[in-house]
């Protein structure tokens, strides 16, 4: 992640939240994520809501879109289907 790539349009950005981009912990999750996403040819916000919708109780997930290709790329997120050790590889990273 690239912190000089963050500007208007992004939603921590634009609501005064960039602190969490400076965070060393939050960073290298990020990145790790990053790499998983590139590795099975998603985008991260794509590998963020297929994993969400894998968690147990979780309802219908909504995320917001700046742009239409935000929209486009949030909703073929919802034809992802995460092997399990897809999930598990994920978990790892994120309860780091």
Do not use: C, H
């Not at 147990?56 to 742009?67: H, L, Q």
Request: glycine residues 6%; aromatic residues 6%; without cysteine.
């Amino acid at each position: 992640m690239n912190i000089e790539n963050v500007g208007p349009g992004d939603r921590l950005f634009d609501e005064g939240s960039t602190e969490l981009y400076t965070d060393n912990k939050v960073r290298e999750k990020i990145t790790r994520l990053s790499s998983l996403a590139k590795e099975w040819n998603i985008e991260l916000n794509q590998l963020a809501l297929a994993y969400m919708l894998t968690l147990p109780g979780m309802g219908p997930v909504i995320p917001s879109a700046s742009t239409v290709a935000q929209l486009k790329s949030n909703a073929e997120a919802g034809k992802i289907v995460l092997e399990k050790s897809q999930v598990e590889r994920i978990k790892e990273i994120v309860n780091y």
